[in-house]
């Protein structure tokens, strides 16, 4: 059994692999040591577990990883199934890295665009020769909306709302709403459209937490990922354990 933990910004997300089938899933506002015991005390048949974190994480965290499975903390130096163009890869998320992993694995031999919706929208493109370009990175719907109040002295800060679809704010309230979720759904669309321009044959895939209110938002033919950085860490996680079989990343 495979254990995937990505750590984010606001949250850290874990899936049990089983011969690549995500059989359990998890999602955690705090994650510590504690949080990996119970995780191996309930599921005593992990053997494999891989990491990657966007934020400094302790580090009894991967000292009980590595004591207690065949452990992989992803990093630029880490073999992948893909060729990086980017670059600067020193600097790449990681959490980018594995959701084109993830992407290339489900789509063999096509043009993907990954367009993660977490606390920053981040958009990644894999050609069809199993490339990776590089892409964009813009502030995601929480952190808009913080934005707009902190760096003014009137603007109150609004929650999100997933089912706000007004073009036209009535009052400061839903004005803000407006600009912000219509004008994130407006400018992904936008970009998705002018990668489908330059790339006729393109796959989309929209993961993150913002996921479920960006794909009733948008009207282009997209397909729905939510755990597509934990396949991406198992597809990444798998060579590393199957004797004779260690992928090796090319780099331009």
């Given at each position: 059994m495979n254990l995937a933990i990505d750590i984010g910004n606001s949250r850290a997300k874990t899936g049990l692999f089983v011969n690549g089938k995500l059989v359990k899933d998890g999602v955690y506002d705090s994650f510590t040591q504690g949080t990996l015991k119970l995780i191996f005390k309930e599921n005593p048949g992990i053997v494999n577990s891989i990491l990657c974190s966007v934020t400094n994480y302790p580090v009894a965290i991967k000292s009980f990883l590595s004591s207690h499975s065949h452990f992989v903390e992803l990093s630029p130096e880490t073999s992948v199934p893909v060729k990086i163009a980017y670059k600067?890869?020193?600097?790449?998320?990681?959490?980018?890295?594995?959701?084109?992993?993830?992407?290339?694995?489900?789509?063999?031999?096509?043009?993907?665009?990954?367009?993660?919706?977490?606390?920053?929208?981040?958009?990644?493109?894999?050609?069809?020769?199993?490339?990776?370009?590089?892409g964009s990175i813009s502030p995601g719907l929480d952190m808009r909306y913080k934005a707009l109040h902190t760096f003014t002295s009137r603007l109150p800060l609004i929650e999100p709302d997933m089912k706000f679809k007004k073009l036209i704010g009535a009052n400061t309230e839903e004005s803000i709403k407006s600009g912000v979720q219509m004008g994130i759904a407006?400018?992904?669309?936008?970009?998705?459209?002018?990668?489908?321009?330059?790339?006729?044959?393109?796959?989309?895939?929209?993961?993150?937490?913002?996921?479920?209110?960006?794909?009733?938002?948008?009207?282009?033919?997209?397909?729905?990922?939510?755990?597509?950085?934990?396949?991406?860490?198992?597809?990444?996680?798998?060579?590393?354990?199957?004797k004779g079989n260690l992928a090796s990343a090319e780099r331009f």
């Open positions: 600067t890869p020193k600097t790449l998320g990681m959490d980018r890295l594995a959701a084109v992993c993830g992407a290339n694995a489900l789509y063999q031999r096509k043009n993907v665009l990954v367009v993660n919706a977490g606390t920053c929208v981040t958009f990644d493109f894999v050609d069809n020769k199993n490339t990776y370009r590089g407006s400018e992904v669309e936008g970009i998705i459209r002018k990668y489908q321009s330059e790339y006729k044959d393109l796959t989309i895939i929209l993961t993150g937490g913002s996921m479920p209110w960006l794909l009733k938002s948008l009207k282009i033919k997209i397909k729905a990922e939510p755990f597509l950085v934990l396949t991406g860490l198992n597809v990444i996680l798998s060579p590393f354990h199957t």
